[in-house]
């Protein structure tokens, strides 16, 4: 697409109301200062200058719908810890609906913590991140109410999006009930998944990157003739009526059921700082544009585009329709142009 009609498609998006089931994430970033080795063990002392949060995973896919503009509707579970509350009002600061946020007495709330640190002669660099994941499954009752949960949050969006990290929220009952009352309401749902993709068979639009088609498929994706059997390969084992694959500096790759193919090349690839939660402003931006009306080509264009501004940020990141729009502006027509 041309650059004036790119900012035609921004205009576009609307503000539809767009469920997100999945992994709520909490990011936490502490950044300090070394000085000196610990007597007590070979590893450095780090001084702790700066502590902040961030939603991550199926949150932070939350948040980049809330500065895009839609209506954000959060389906999850956080545990009985500190984090929990300390997520869902991150959450509720971007104007999210928390209502289908559910408190787990068994799982912690998934935690990822990056301690990043510099000395005098050097520059701010990550040391070490420490997880805290759920150990056991969500307890039968919070299955339970998480299905009823998703009944009423599906009959109320316009789209559904499942953003599986793997951390015992989208497990099988879970996704039969997705698919049965998107089925039964008519709601488009696409999926962003670490997992099996043919557990989502049905589903409107896979978002794989290259190492999760990859490890679906169990065969390496090196060329472009390799990448068109994936994509065909895909559509045919999840039953899907699309499939997007991004393969990072690499650009995107669109395969539809009606067998139309569509390629956009990266944008941005020399400033580069972190590409974390990148593919949820991806699915985040196609789940915009579709509920808003845009056709899979112009939405995976939108997606190329946000994706190329949070990835110059450190940490999981947002953009807006105005930062979109005046990024578009700053770039050469001829980088936009997309290839069959």
């Known amino acids: 697409m041309k650059i004036p009609e790119l ?8 503000s539809p109301r767009v469920a997100v089931v999945g992994d709520l994430i909490l990011d936490e970033y502490i950044e300090g200062e070394v000085r000196r080795i610990s007597r007590e063990a070979p590893v450095p002392i780090v001084e702790q200058k700066a502590r902040s949060f961030k939603p991550g995973g199926a949150a932070n896919t939350l948040a980049n ?155 390496l994706i090196q060329t472009p003739s390799e990448l068109l059997t994936a994509g065909q390969t895909l559509l045919e084992m999840t039953g899907a009526e699309a499939v997007l694959i991004t393969c990072g500096d690499e650009g995107m790759s669109l395969f539809e059921r009606t067998g139309t193919i569509s390629h956009v090349p990266a944008l941005n690839k020399t400033e580069v700082f972190d590409v974390t939660g990148a593919g949820d402003t991806v699915v985040a931006t196609l789940a915009t544009a579709m509920a808003s009306g845009s056709p899979l080509p112009e939405a995976m264009q939108l997606a190329n585009l946000a994706a190329s501004i949070v990835i110059r940020r450190l940490g999981s990141s947002t953009t807006t329709p105005a930062e979109m729009r005046e990024t578009l502006l700053q770039f050469n027509p001829k980088e936009m142009a997309p290839h069959d």
Do not use: M
């Open 7 to 14: 900012l035609k498609a921004i205009d576009g998006l609307r």
């Open 65 to 219: 719908l809330a500065t895009l503009g839609a209506k954000a509707l959060a389906v999850g579970v956080v545990g009985q810890d500190h984090s929990g509350p300390q997520l869902v009002n991150l959450l509720a600061h971007l104007g999210i609906d928390t209502e289908g946020v559910l408190v787990d007495p068994i799982v912690p709330t998934t935690t990822k913590t990056r301690i990043s640190a510099h000395s005098r002669q050097s520059v701010t660099q990550q040391v070490l991140r420490l997880d805290q994941l759920p150990q056991a499954p969500l307890a039968p009752s919070t299955l339970e109410a998480l299905s009823q949960t998703l009944e009423k949050v599906v009959s109320e969006a316009d789209l559904v999006v499942i953003s599986d990290y793997g951390n015992g929220v989208v497990v099988p009952q879970i996704i039969e009930q997705v698919r049965h009352f998107c089925q039964q309401y008519a709601k488009p749902w696409v999926v962003d998944s670490q997992e099996d993709l043919r557990l989502f068979r049905g589903a409107a639009l896979l978002t794989p990157n290259k190492p999760e088609a990859e490890n679906n498929l169990g065969a």
